[in-house]
């Protein structure tokens, strides 16, 4: 935060109110024009007379906004904006123009939790502020409109300092709210009406939680944790009980983080709640469970698988997230090289053969199957899945959800769907010895299978699938290919900047890349990344295709480096060199791709 702003004195005699804002330094305004550019300070001029000027807007748009603030008496910039006249961006600029004070960059400020306390949630929604800092013995707060005296006296009032107003882009400010103000501080509020109200020795029934009002404090807390996770885009919510407390922890872009800690009382009614809504057998603790809840949050509809299992302090339970409304990537997007890419397209586009998509969990093995799903015209072809979970629903393609309690297993799916006459079959998961042999033998029968299996690279899944119990002369007659991936973390945009490369990364890419490399991009940290330098994430691939040359191996009972070398002499550019070149070109970190994928 001392990056952004210029430290100033302190006033002598501070009393609550609105004051003048300290200097900004190092961002510049954005202007919407480049006679803006020439005549900076425009003090003194309204800003109806400066749009006018720059022809943003006519004089007839103004005349309405003039007349609707005599009867809402709020500023003008927020009834033009409301209103549509101008935009977030032209508005600001003109701002900054007129208060001749540079536009805060929202994405590289790091916001201090006691400045967000002073300050009311409805206050800041109201009126579209954010405060970002405590300095000086007063409170400064991003707005989309510093000159709005009244809502810094308000500001002023319910933090019992004087505020100073800052400019900043309105949809800025608005993601900023939604972020800081987030759900994990009012569950708190939550946490200690529960209790309150609840003695030590409260044991949860089922019958307690069947009949419970929407607005109880332990349905708001498990809601108000969900929407928080959706809100940071986690995968995963771990609810894990210790000696002290229950532990909350997030998986956000595959690394986890703790985000909360509630009295460990509360833990037994958090697991009931979660299990009465999974329709899960609340009274049974020493067995694993799992489950599944349908939700609507945030207006966004959510599929969230739950797993049980005792510890010795009580029942964890972790909480997967499936939003059914996420955006299904292209292959083009997933960030397979041009190399891997086109050979993938190739294989994709044959009529029969089976394609192995490996690695360990977590690393988007659905995400590119559901990809390769996209590159086959539907109207055509018979496409059919054995899922489990449905983690994404297609239109024109008949997907099957595995269901245990009615026998419908990948096994027993696989063999329905083999009645269908289907073309493209897509199996969730090769997990045992029967589903591999249908797999194998659907393949060899004119069906175009993909699938993906937990194995370390492409050539561990060879020695995977002989595991299973498939034949080597089936394997090299029925797979067509293999690809193996992992995730890495992007480098933040936001906050991205460069640095001088450490001597090991040096080395590493010249002596994997041949590329002569001294300066590397890395992420600073800001609000976006929760201050970690990475935001999402992308793949690193490897494609092993079963040539002639690696079927003879392969049927010679070759050993897996005999035929990991063939591969290699015939062009399969392995995973960690795909990393590597994303490192060279600032797309990741050395750390984060030794952290995911194994550097020799």
């Known amino acids: 935060m001392s990056s952004i702003f210029r430290r100033s004195e302190p006033p002598k005699q501070p009393r609550a109110g609105p004051t003048q804002p300290a200097p900004v330094a190092g961002l510049a305004a954005p202007t919407v024009d480049d006679r803006l550019v020439v005549r900076r300070g425009g003090k003194g001029k309204k800003i109806g007379e400066i749009l006018i000027e720059l022809g943003i807007v006519n004089a007839d748009q103004l005349a309405v906004a003039l007349k609707r603030q005599e009867n809402d008496q709020r500023p003008l910039g927020q009834i033009l904006l409301e209103t549509g006249v101008v935009d977030d961006q032209s508005l600001a600029a003109v701002l900054s123009y007129q208060l001749d004070q540079p536009i805060v960059d929202l994405a590289k400020v790091r916001f201090d939790t006691d400045a967000i306390g002073k300050v009311p949630q409805d206050v800041a929604q109201r009126h579209h502020l954010i405060p970002v800092m405590l300095r000086d013995g007063r409170i400064h707060v991003a707005m989309a409109d510093p000159g709005d005296r009244a809502a810094l006296q308000e500001v002023a009032n319910a933090a019992q300092l004087p505020a100073v107003g800052l400019l900043a882009l309105r949809g800025d400010v608005d993601r900023a709210i939604q972020q800081q103000y987030d759900s994990l501080a009012r569950m708190g509020e939550q946490v200690r009406a529960f209790t309150a109200a609840t003695p030590q020795t409260y044991i949860p029934t089922r019958s307690a939680f069947e009949g419970i009002k929407e607005d109880a404090p332990v349905v708001q807390i498990v809601n108000l944790l969900v929407t928080q996770a959706l809100r940071d885009r986690a995968s995963d919510v771990h609810i894990e009980p210790q000696q002290d407390r229950v532990r909350l922890r997030f998986r956000v872009d595959g690394v986890l983080r703790d985000v909360a800690a509630i009295p460990p009382g509360l833990g037994p009614a958090i697991v009931s709640r979660i299990k009465v809504m999974a329709n899960m057998n609340i009274v049974e603790k020493r067995r694993a469970q799992d489950g599944q809840v349908t939700m609507s949050l945030d207006d966004r509809d959510l599929d969230i698988r739950v797993a049980t299992a005792e510890t010795i302090w009580g029942e964890k339970v972790t909480l997967r997230l499936l939003e059914r409304a996420r955006s299904l990537l292209s292959l083009d997007a997933l960030g397979m090289p041009p190399g891997v890419g086109e050979k993938y397209r190739v294989l994709v586009r044959q009529p029969y053969g089976m394609i192995v998509v490996t690695g360990p969990t977590g690393s988007g093995k659905t995400t590119t199957l ?10 055509e072809r018979n496409i059919m899945t054995i899922e489990d979970p449905v983690e994404y629903t297609f239109g024109d393609i008949n997907q099957i959800q595995v269901n245990a309690q009615a026998g419908l297993s990948f096994e027993t799916g696989l063999r329905a769907i083999l009645r269908h006459d289907p073309d493209v079959i897509l199996v969730g998961e090769v997990r045992d010895t029967e589903t591999a042999q249908l797999a194998i033998h659907a393949s060899l029968t004119g069906h175009l299978v993909l699938c993906s299996l937990h194995a370390t690279d492409a050539i561990g899944a060879l020695l995977r699938l002989q595991d299973l119990g498939v034949e080597r002369f089936l394997i090299a007659s029925g797979v067509s290919g293999i690809v193996s991936q992992r995730l890495v973390r992007k480098i933040c945009p936001d906050c991205i900047n460069v640095q001088e490369a450490d001597i090991r990364t040096i080395d590493t890419l010249r002596r994997e890349l041949g590329v002569e490399k001294h300066v590397l991009a890395r992420g600073a940290g800001c609000s ?24 003879a191996l392969l049927q010679d009972r070759a050993t897996a480096d005999q035929i990991r070398a063939q591969a290699l002499s015939e062009g399969m550019r392995p995973m960690r060199l795909d990393a590597l070149e994303k490192v060279s070109n600032d797309v990741t970190s050395l750390d984060e791709v030794q952290r995911n994928v194994f550097l020799a």
């Open 528 to 551: 976006r990344c929760a201050g970690s330098g990475y935001f999402d994430r992308v793949g690193v691939f490897e494609l092993l295709e079963l040539t002639p040359g690696v079927k």
């Open 370 to 379: 559901y990809a390769s799903l996209n590159e086959f015209d539907r109207a």
